[in-house]
Every structure is written in structure tokens, then in C-alpha cells.
């Protein structure tokens, strides 16, 4: 019988979730056996004989797991440390949830800059003073049928976003080191080449993960070669960008806005200068926050890996763990 371990929450959200997807798993697969350990001294006996588990797994407990080939990760983009050295090393195969997010995403990116191009921001901040103001704004219109966007990330959410944007008739240019979608209508460039086209861009869009190589990569020097105009939208990762550098680049006017999502630090500190700074859009990590169908959707990638390990079929959404995506 094959053994499916549920390994302990790291948070209240993935406590939800093995709530909810043991029993799910428990009664779609009865010939399964579904454990959950619920502290490090069961998930040792738990994990020894298991052959694939979701959560994480740590260093001591890899180490007694005598059968594991699959690990799945029910987060697309996991805490910093999720992989180390053993696990990267290990040969058993790693899978997360990529791509349910995609829809739900882009719709945010797209408030982001609607609101940027049109100037919300002054407004709004003459609404908490109840100002009366048309003149209001102080960056340029930004006309979107004449503007470019640069996506750093064009996976599942980069494409949707890119699709979203080529419907308003921006130009769109893509960054990605393994692009995926053959049909895309845009070019799609490696990683090197961000320099290169980062100043062409009205809008620079990340949607990449926090990896050993994206680290910080929106920093000083980025923002120099931005235009002066041009905004900065990060829903990827926050340790894509270093805030100090963002603020320093907003204060000195080198680009014009920008829209966040996520932070380098979170929550954000109630001191940070990011608060009080203009043109400038930001929301708690919220962008799929109240989404209904994100669990079902999560559970669907979960079910099908399921069934494909159970029959030896190839898992989808299979990570580089060397790569952390």
C-alpha cells in the first residue's frame, strides 16, 4: 500500500489546508494510507516508511526517510530556507501548486496600473483630505495603448498579464530563463538581457519567485536605467527588491510610482517611509485574498499528482530544486 504523509503546518494557512485535503484524500483514494503527524517526534516514526508526503520536510526528517520519492509543496513560492542542501541534493521528486493563481493575479497587476497610468493615488490622497482638486495629479497620463511593459516572470501569472496587457495594445516584452508558452505573441528574452530592455519599459512588472539568482535584482542599479516615468509593480516576491533602494528611487523622482504587493520585510513596519511616499500603491499581500475557488483549484493539482504517482504517471508541475521553481 502506498503511504501518503501529511507533514505538520508551518502556518495557520497550511494547518487549513491539511485539514481539509486529508479528509479529501482519505476519500478519494481509499486504498491510500493518508497519516498526519501532528509534531516532529511523529512525523519521524510517520515519514520512514512513507512514499510521498505535502508540507515540508526537515533536515532530520529526510534523513529517516527510507522510501520518499515525492514531495509536493502547497505553496508555489515557499518560505526562504523551504530548500536546503539535502533536499536539493535528494532524488526525490518535487511538485508545487503553480499556475492557479494566474487569473486572479494579473487582475491585481492590471488595478495596479490602471490606477498608476491614470493618477489614483493623488486623488485618493486629496479624498482623505477632502480636497476638491482636478489638477490633482502630478505624473504624466500614460496613454496604454502607446506604452510598453516589461514582465520579469513569465510564467503562469506573467502570461496572463501579458495577455491582460496586449489587449489594452501595450507593447509587451518578456524576461524568463525557461519560457514556456510557445503561442506567446511577445517576445520573450533570458534573464541578461533585463538591462537591455528594462528602459524601454513604461511599466516593469515582477512576477518572479525569490531564488539565489533574483535576490535583490531590483535595486539601485536597475532603477537608474528605469525612465523616469516609468513604474515599478512587484507581486512575486518582496525579496526581489530591496526597499531601501525602491524608496531612494521613488524619493529622487528616478521612476514615478510603483505598486506592491509584497515587501522585502512583511508585514511592512508602520515606521517605513514607503508609507508616506507619493504615487505609490500598496496592499498586504492580499492579491488572491477572499479568491473561493484557490483551495479547489490547489486540491486539483494535489488529486491529479496523486493519481499520476499511484499509476506511475509523470507528475505535473514538477520544480527545479536547484532553482527553487
Known amino acids: 500500500m502506498i503511504k501518503f504523509v501529511f507533514l505538520p503546518p508551518y502556518n495557520a494557512y497550511t494547518q487549513e489546508l491539511i485539514s481539509q485535503f486529508s479528509k479529501q484524500v482519505s476519500d478519494s483514494f481509499p486504498d491510500l494510507l493518508v497519516e498526519t503527524p501532528r509534531n516532529d517526534d511523529e512525523v519521524l516514526e510517520s515519514i ?44 526525490l521528486i518535487m ?61 503562469g501569472i506573467g502570461y496572463e498579464t501579458a495577455r491582460l496587457c496586449s489587449a489594452f495594445g501595450m507593447k509587451v516584452i518578456g524576461i524568463d530563463p525557461r519560457p514556456e ?20 519599459a513604461d511599466f516593469v512588472i515582477n512576477t518572479a519567485p525569490h531564488t539565489p539568482k533574483t535576490d535583490r535584482i531590483f535595486n539601485s542599479d536597475r532603477f537608474n536605467i528605469m525612465k523616469n516615468s516609468a513604474y515599478f509593480i512587484n507581486v512575486g ?41 507619493d504615487n505609490v500603491i500598496l496592499t498586504p499581500h492580499i492579491a488572491v485574498n477572499g479568491v473561493e475557488n484557490i483551495n479547489e483549484r490547489r486540491y486539483r493539482v494535489l488529486s491529479t499528482n496523486i493519481n499520476n504517482f499511484i499509476n506511475g504517471d509523470t507528475l505535473m508541475n514538477i520544480v527545479d530544486k536547484e532553482k527553487w521553481y
Open 181 to 200: 508558452h510557445e503561442e506567446a505573441t511577445f517576445e520573450v528574452y533570458p534573464p541578461e538581457s533585463l538591462d537591455t530592455y528594462i528602459g524601454k
Open 237 to 277: 516576491r518582496g525579496k526581489v527588491c530591496s526597499l531601501d533602494d525602491l524608496c531612494e528611487a521613488l524619493e529622487q523622482k528616478i521612476i514615478a510610482g510603483c505598486g506592491l504587493d509584497v515587501y522585502e520585510i512583511e508585514p511592512l513596519p508602520e515606521n517605513h517611509k514607503l508609507w508616506d511616499l
Open 48 to 91: 520512514k516508511d512513507a512514499d510521498a508526503a505535502m508540507g515540508w520536510i526537515t533536515p532530520e526528517a529526510l534523513k529517516v526517510a527510507e522510501k520518499i520519492k515525492w514531495l509536493h509543496n502547497p505553496d508555489a513560492g515557499p518560505f526562504e530556507g523551504y530548500y536546503y542542501d539535502e533536499l536539493v541534493n535528494h532524488p
Open 95 to 155: 511538485t508545487n501548486p503553480r499556475g492557479i493563481y494566474s487569473d486572479h493575479i494579473a487582475n491585481h497587476i492590471m488595478m495596479y496600473i490602471l490606477s498608476l497610468s491614470r493618477g489614483l493615488p493623488w486623488y485618493e490622497r486629496n479624498r482623505e483630505k477632502k480636497i476638491w482638486d482636478k489638477q490633482a495629479r502630478q505624473s504624466p497620463y500614460v496613454d496604454l495603448s502607446e506604452s510598453t511593459v516589461l514582465i520579469n516572470g513569465v510564467g
